[in-house]
């Protein structure tokens, strides 16, 4: 069973525009949800990552929006640069456990 | 090296034959996590190491799969009696124990032929 749903699968988006990923989760115990990034032959890299004690983060261009009362949470990429383009992996974990689920992930491309 | 390091980067092996993959992690981290990424689809959790503590082994998907790890330190993970559907790229990652950020390696993309 598939804890973590990222949607959508691929993304193509003009050089400038803001690229949006969701992700929405079902167990109502995890506490910690990060964003992956992971360039072409490369591990994933944390990007931004955010507890459910917020609603929002924001790193420079990039934005974590969390919904707790409807398990989903969001990535927004402000400004998307064509060096952006890369896989986009949500996660979500309990604190503490060893075990972070992870989404299907989130192919974008940023046209220049 | 101050990352992660995984080796090899690439395998190819012929159907049936059994496979080593080696994760060296940062060092001081207690933490070490073997991930599975199949073409298109998510990380899956394959096994966790914390310490002397016995690994969480509850993702590996069946016995022909077993990792060690050595001295807390190096793991390696292997693939008894490979199958076409275990070509995958295999991901290592590690962590201080409690500390939240996992940083991975760049994986080994096993292909069986």
């Known amino acids: 069973q598939q804890q973590v749903k990222q949607s959508p699968q691929s993304l193509i988006v003009q050089k400038g525009g803001i690229s949006i990923i969701n992700c929405a989760y079902e167990?109502?115990?995890?506490?910690?949800f990060p964003w992956y990034q992971q360039f072409p032959g490369k591990g994933p890299a944390l990007l931004i990552a955010i507890r459910p004690d917020v609603s929002e983060k924001k790193e420079g261009r990039f934005t974590i929006s969390f919904n707790k009362s409807a398990k989903q949470f969001s990535l927004h990429i402000m400004d998307s640069q064509p060096g952006d383009s890369a896989t986009y992996f949500c996660?979500?974990?309990?604190?503490?456990?060893?075990?972070?689920?992870f989404g299907a992930g989130t192919r974008l491309t940023v046209k220049p | 090296g101050a990352g992660v390091s995984q080796s090899p980067s690439n395998k190819v092996t012929e159907k049936g034959k059994d496979v080593e993959l080696r994760c060296d992690p940062i060092?001081?981290?207690?933490?070490l996590y073997w991930y599975r990424q199949s073409l298109g689809q998510g990380l899956e959790f394959l096994i966790y190491?914390?310490?002397?503590?016995?690994?969480?082994k509850s993702g590996l998907p069946s016995d022909r799969f077993s990792a060690e790890r050595t001295g807390g330190s190096v793991s390696t993970l292997t693939i008894q009696r490979t199958q076409q559907e275990d070509s995958a790229v295999y991901l290592c990652?590690?962590?201080?124990?409690?500390?939240?950020?996992?940083?991975f390696g760049q994986g080994t993309r096993l292909t069986v032929v």
């Open positions: 167990n109502t115990a995890f506490d910690y």
């Open positions: 996660a979500a974990r309990v604190e503490n456990n060893n075990d972070m689920r």
């Open positions: 060092s001081g981290h207690t933490a």
């Open positions: 990652a590690s962590s201080f124990f409690g500390n939240t950020e996992a940083f």
């Open positions: 190491f914390q310490g002397n503590s016995a690994p969480d």
